[in-house]
């Protein structure tokens, strides 16, 4: 009675193991939320509160990396500058960081009387959106310079090597040194060797 008891004792540890497995792992219904968890439904949201079509919308959100972030770029650039949300939908959409995008659009928008209107397109060409805002800001902030000027000074500080000339050596290059080619005398005919004759082979 008491192997039989010990038998029953060590088949029921397997199946103990399974149960606790089972229950170990997360249903895939209780990880798909439907609330403003889900940056999907966020993202979607907030694009149709700035007067986005249902269909840019959605085309938008599915495709993002980021829903949450694109959106943000967006609203925030609607409600913080005169830009449309269409036109900020375009730009965020194409930039590697929307919200460094958003920063530098508001921030130069701010910071001038009048809004330029291309400076959506100075902030989506940078690399360094941010960056090219503190400079456009710093420049303004002391020399009296138009936002279209400053943003061309900023712009084109951003790729020092675009500007170089063709014929540029970096310094710690040397040009080659070009040598004439020798010239070769050509081997009389009597000094070249003659090749042997060879006997045919008769089968």
Same mark, same amino acid.
């Given at each position: 009675?008491?192997?039989?008891?010990?038998?029953?004792q060590i088949a029921a540890i397997p199946l103990a193991i399974a149960v606790l497995?089972?229950?170990?792992?997360?249903?895939?219904?209780?990880?798909?939320?439907?609330?403003?968890?889900?940056?999907?439904?966020?993202?979607?949201?907030?694009?149709?509160?700035?007067?986005? =079509?249902? %269909?840019? @919308?959605?085309?938008? $959100?599915?495709? *993002?990396?980021? !829903?949450?972030?694109?959106? #943000?770029?967006?609203?925030?650039?609607?409600?913080?500058?005169?830009?449309?949300?269409?036109?900020?939908?375009?730009?965020?959409?194409?930039?590697r960081r929307p919200d460094e995008l958003a920063t530098c659009v508001v921030g130069?928008?701010?910071?001038?009387?009048?809004?330029?209107?291309?400076?959506?397109?100075?902030?989506?060409?940078?690399?360094?959106?941010?960056?090219?805002?503190?400079?456009?800001?710093?420049?303004?902030?002391?020399?009296?310079? =138009?936002? %279209?000027? @400053?943003?061309?000074? $900023?712009?084109? *500080?951003?790729? !020092?090597?675009?500007?170089? #000339?063709?014929?540029?050596?970096?310094?710690?290059?040397?040009?080659?040194?070009?040598?004439?080619?020798?010239?070769?005398?050509?081997?009389?005919?009597?000094?070249?060797?003659?090749?042997?004759?060879?006997?045919?082979?008769?089968?």
């Amino acid at each position: 009675m008491a192997r039989r008891k010990k038998h029953i004792q060590i088949a029921a540890i397997p199946l103990a193991i399974a149960v606790l497995a089972i229950s170990t792992v997360p249903s895939v219904a209780a990880t798909i939320t439907t609330s403003y968890r889900n940056s999907f439904r966020v993202c979607t949201a907030r694009l149709l509160s700035v007067g986005i =079509t249902d %269909v840019a @919308a959605a085309n938008a $959100c599915a495709a *993002a990396l980021n !829903p949450r972030t694109l959106s #943000s770029c967006v609203v925030s650039i609607e409600q913080r500058t005169e830009i449309a949300a269409g036109d900020a939908l375009a730009t965020c959409r194409q930039v590697r960081r929307p919200d460094e995008l958003a920063t530098c659009v508001v921030g130069i928008s701010q910071t001038s009387q009048e809004q330029p209107a291309n400076v959506l397109d100075y902030c989506g060409r940078s690399l360094l959106p941010v960056r090219f805002a503190e400079c456009v800001v710093g420049l303004r902030s002391e020399i009296n310079f =138009t936002p %279209v000027q @400053a943003m061309d000074s $900023c712009i084109d *500080a951003s790729d !020092p090597l675009g500007n170089l #000339s063709p014929t540029f050596v970096p310094a710690i290059q040397t040009p080659g040194i070009q040598t004439s080619p020798v010239p070769i005398t050509p081997v009389p005919p009597e000094a070249q060797p003659i090749p042997a004759l060879t006997e045919p082979v008769t089968p």
